[in-house]
Every structure is written in structure tokens, then in C-alpha cells.
């Protein structure tokens, strides 16, 4: 601010002040902006985490601190392990997960890898083509992601021939009624908001997947007449 004021080469201007006085607020406005998302991202990071950590402890749950699908060395190097012989179970249906926070996909992973063949993609853009590729049973898709966002990803899915039967859900932290609503109008079946509850999350998942194969049938037949 001084050095605005000398700048200017005003002892004492009214104008001037009101100028810095502006140039305040506005700084202060920025940098309270900037706490407020670094806290609010801080604290869903701190949740998953500590709801990995409780997952991790829960002896019923043995097997999901499995994740067969990624090569040693890769970003989950220092997941926890569990002997491969809890992991032999036969895995019928394919999850696609959609997703450019690491850590989330790491936890989804957690939760879904000994129960499904998982497909994923750090983008909408990616999740599409995989989506298309792979024709998964379900799919799970972030929304604020770089490329192409959840929500156009989730259009393209089910105005798509291919992927239109394909249940998907918009798993964010976005909380305002109107995101809520144009997910449900892009065709989204469910709408979860992060934090998650990852029980409540499996057992959504695992419904919409005990119905997979009636709506794949009429899916099948369409096509075919």
C-alpha cells in the first residue's frame, strides 16, 4: 500500500484511499476464499482418510485391502496387503470408476476391488471411452474433474445406444439443490455426496447390480428388433 501511495504522488487524496481501500477488500476476499477451500478440501481428505483407516480395522472386512489390479509399485505401493488367497473369489460384474482425486480412487478401489473387476479413468472424457469400450455394469463418475466433467460424461453415457442402460452414479461433493437436479436430469440414478458413507455407497452399488441383467435384457432386445 505504501507504495501505491507514493506512486501516486498524492499526500492526501480521498480517491486514492478508496482505491486501496478497494484493492484491500478485494485482497481479503481472495485470500479468505483461498482458507475456505483449502479447509473444505482438507476436510474431506481427513474423512476418506479416516474412514480408510476404519475400514482397514474391521476384521469382517478382511478382503477389501485388496487391489489386484494395479502392477507393484504404482500408486498403491504403500497399501496395506492381504494374502491373495482372500482374493481368489470370482468377480461376475465390472465397476467403472471415474475419478481425478487420487485418494478417492485409491479408497473406491479399497471398497470394491475384491467384489468387482474395476475399470478406471481420471476424467470424463477417459470414463467415456472406457464406458463405451468395456460396457460395464455400473459406473461411478466425480463431477468437477479437468477435461470433461461428470455431468457431460454422464450425458454422453445415456444418450448413448451403447451405455444408455448402464446405471450411473454422480458422486461429489457439490451440495447445492441445482447440482443435485441436473444430475438427476442428465439421466444420473443416484446421487451421493462426498463425504460418503462407503456401506451405504456398497449396498447402493449392489442393488443397482442385482437388477443389471433384467434391464441388460431389455437392453439386448431393443438392439436386436
Not at 486514492?16 to 481479503?28: D, E, K
Request: glycine share 4%; aromatic share 8%; proline share 5%.
Amino acid at each position: 500500500m505504501t507504495f501505491i501511495y507514493f506512486v501516486t504522488n498524492s499526500a492526501w487524496n480521498p480517491n486514492t484511499w478508496a482505491i486501496l481501500c478497494g484493492i484491500l477488500a478485494v485482497f481479503l476476499i481472495v485470500v479468505l476464499l483461498t482458507i475456505y477451500f483449502i479447509f473444505r478440501r482438507l476436510h474431506i481428505d481427513l474423512t476418506i482418510l479416516r474412514t480408510v483407516f476404519q475400514e482397514q480395522k474391521r476384521p469382517s472386512h478382511p478382503a477389501t485391502l485388496t487391489i489386484s489390479d494395479i502392477p507393484p509399485g504404482s500408486e498403491t505401493a504403500d497399501l496395506p496387503q492381504v494374502p491373495a488367497s482372500a482374493a481368489k473369489t470370482k468377480k461376475q460384474h465390472t465397476l467403472l470408476i471415474i475419478e481425478d482425486h487420487l485418494e478417492i480412487r485409491l479408497y473406491l478401489k479399497l471398497i470394491f476391488s475384491n467384489e468387482y473387476n474395476l475399470l478406471m479413468a481420471e476424467n470424463g472424457e477417459e470414463g467415456f471411452k472406457k464406458a463405451c469400450e468395456g460396457v460395464p455394469d455400473l459406473i461411478i463418475t466425480d463431477i468437477i474433474m479437468p477435461v470433461m466433467d461428470g455431468f457431460k460424461c454422464c450425458q454422453l453415457i445415456k444418450e448413448n445406444l451403447t451405455t444408455c442402460h448402464i446405471p450411473v452414479i454422480l458422486l461429489t461433493a457439490l451440495t447445492s439443490e441445482t447440482d443435485i437436479m441436473k444430475g438427476i436430469e442428465l439421466g444420473a440414478d443416484d446421487y451421493i455426496q462426498k463425504p460418503f458413507n462407503p456401506n451405504i455407497l456398497r449396498t447402493k452399488v449392489g442393488t443397482f447390480i442385482k437388477y443389471y441383467k433384467i434391464s441388460q435384457l431389455i437392453h439386448t432386445q431393443i438392439i436386436a428388433n
